[in-house]
């Protein structure tokens, strides 16, 4: 089950893939809540809305979805096709990335594996939807691209162990790392933090959508694509990270808490390399989705 954030007729809402069908969720969370509960309720049109409410659960959206059919109602909110386009698929209060978490990359940026996971911090004001342009100016210097899969938290998370990390995480998407590289060797030179390479504006895509936990194969070894103009850079599988989703999560848990909503993008495999105006990116992962962003000069 993948939901995503639709801007089409009436307003941004929630959609939903079940069983091959997209259908319009906000409305009918809005249906099952006058069939079952007898109330009217204002429909959730973000998915943090629905974190906020429990609702981003594969086994209530199903149950939504099944009084619906019952009801013989299902098909009013069934869309016409499936969307060309998404939204942000969330707008999180803060993105948590990882640093050097594939033992290949580390190598091919001329650092060694680390021995616990490195994290840093991205401004949400980095953020871009699928099909949204990468701004690329001059005075970058050389930017590359950096796929990654991203977790999106469900729960409030401080000092998780390990073991309930997995059980905190609301669902998957796809992070685009874009990272200004001269100028993030320039600062770690002078020992200056990364912020600002990782930080410039449209250098953070997002999405396209976001696939619940049942979603996913367990263990959670999926591949992770990366091509530039349909030519592949980047190829692996999160079996290669050097930390695992839980680990990572308990150990940044022990010095900051993450939020419902806050998003945890968890390292990109080799093959990093530049990126220049005109060219069309696309980070995959076949169980999310393909996440697009041309690139163009600023």
């Known amino acids: 089950m993948r939901l995503g954030i639709t801007e089409a007729g009436s307003g941004p809402h ?3 893939e079940h069983e ?3 259908y319009n969720l906000s409305a009918a969370l809005q249906a099952r809540d006058v069939i079952r509960d007898g109330a009217v309720r204002e429909p959730a049109t973000t998915l943090e809305a629905l974190i906020a409410q429990d609702r981003m659960r594969t086994a209530f959206i199903a149950d939504a979805l099944d009084t619906l059919r019952r009801h013989a109602l299902l098909d009013a909110f069934a869309l016409p096709a ?3 386009r998404f939204a942000l698929p969330v707008r999180p209060g803060k993105i948590i990335a990882l640093g050097r978490n594939y033992a290949a990359h580390a190598a091919e940026t001329g650092h060694e594996p680390p021995k616990e996971p490195v994290f840093f911090a991205k401004p949400v004001s980095a953020c871009i939807a699928d099909g949204e342009p990468i701004v690329v100016k001059p005075w970058y210097g050389q930017v590359d691209h950096e796929a990654e899969l991203a977790l999106v938290i469900g729960k409030r998370m401080k000092d998780v162990p390990v073991e309930r990390a997995l059980a905190c995480v609301a669902g998957y998407t796809l992070m685009n790392d874009v990272t ?3 100028m993030q060797a320039i600062d770690m030179a002078a020992a200056h933090p ?3 390479s990782k930080g410039i504006d449209t250098f953070g895509p997002l999405g396209p959508v976001v696939a619940l936990p049942e979603a996913m194969p367990e263990p959670l070894h ?4 990366l091509t530039v103009n349909g030519a592949i850079r ?8 050097l930390f695992s989703i839980a680990e990572m999560l308990a150990f940044v848990t022990r010095f900051l808490t993450l939020e419902p909503g806050d998003v945890v993008s968890t ?3 080799e093959g990093i390399a530049p990126i220049t105006p005109g060219d069309s990116v696309e980070v995959r992962v076949p169980e999310i989705g393909v996440l697009r962003n041309p690139v163009i000069a600023g």
Do not use: H, L, Y
């Open 234 to 241: 980047q190829k692996s599988n999160t079996a290669m990270f």
């Open 20 to 22: 091959d069908v997209w």
């Open 82 to 84: 499936a969307p060309t």
């Open 14 to 16: 929630i959609v939903v």
């Open 222 to 225: 999926v591949d992770i694509t």
């Open 267 to 269: 390292g990109t495999p």
């Open 194 to 196: 990364w912020f600002r």
């Open 180 to 182: 200004a590289r001269d």
